[in-house]
């Protein structure tokens, strides 16, 4: 997920309402299509390995940290916690590797430097990711879920938030000709939980925050891309604390039958 793009975007794209639910009431999603393919409820007791691994190629240090791209964090296992139905992940500023005052969380399906996860996963045209979760609210933070084919090409945004800004989501298709939105939010996105999900094409790119449409874009034909979920730390707004949050309920899949 590269730092933000200058492309023209959107601003308040179709701003509706978006619905507050708590993790444990029942998805008000629109029905997705299709089978799931790919799934984590995050039920156990830990991070399941065998889905996912904290090395990517989109990170240029060691594949685990990357300066250049305004993240101040080095990703660890540390940073990822699983209890209660939910996946934890946790920015800490604890000096976890030369350079790095902080450390942070990544979780990739593939494109992993050769520690790929032994259930690797790779997204396809058509298919529909969603995302259950509960935003960090101290600024600094720079939380998402996207796509990585190892060269950004075909990369998908399911969402970016910037927690200075608690009502601005950016949904961002990479894949020439490329487009996006910057969606605006009467409420505060990080107050309660939701859900955020985005229909890959083939011929549209759709997003949807609590099964409400927020943004459509242009097609997408990628191969080769993995499921990226972060935590980031963002440079250009660091924190004033010295550690923060964010959960998730559940990533899902839906594949076209």
Known sequence: MRKLITIPVVLGLLVVPAAAAMADQRDDVRAAPGKVVFADEFDGTAIDRTKWAIHSNAEADQCL??????ELEWHTWDAL??????LTMTARKNNPA??????????TT??????????????????????????????GFWPSTWTWNGNGSNEQDTYEFYSDNH??????????????????????????WHTIAQQLGPYETVWYLDGKEICRQGPYAGTGDALILDLFVYAKIPP??????????????YRPE
């Open 98 to 107: 030369p350079g790095y005052e902080w450390s942070g969380a990544l979780i």
């Open 167 to 192: 009502n601005a989501l950016y949904l961002t298709n990479h894949q020439s000709p490329g487009g996006g939105c910057t969606y605006q939010s009467p409420t505060d996105l990080t107050t309660d």
């Open 81 to 86: 916690s699983v209890h209660d139905g939910m």
């Open 65 to 70: 940290g990357n300066k250049g791209n305004q």
């Open 240 to 253: 004033t604390v010295t550690s923060e949050s964010m959960q998730i309920d559940h990533v899902r899949v």
């Open 110 to 139: 593939g494109q992993s430097c050769g520690h790929e996860p032994s259930q690797s996963f790779a997204v396809q045209p058509g298919d529909y990711i969603e995302t259950r979760l509960k935003l960090p609210s101290a600024k």
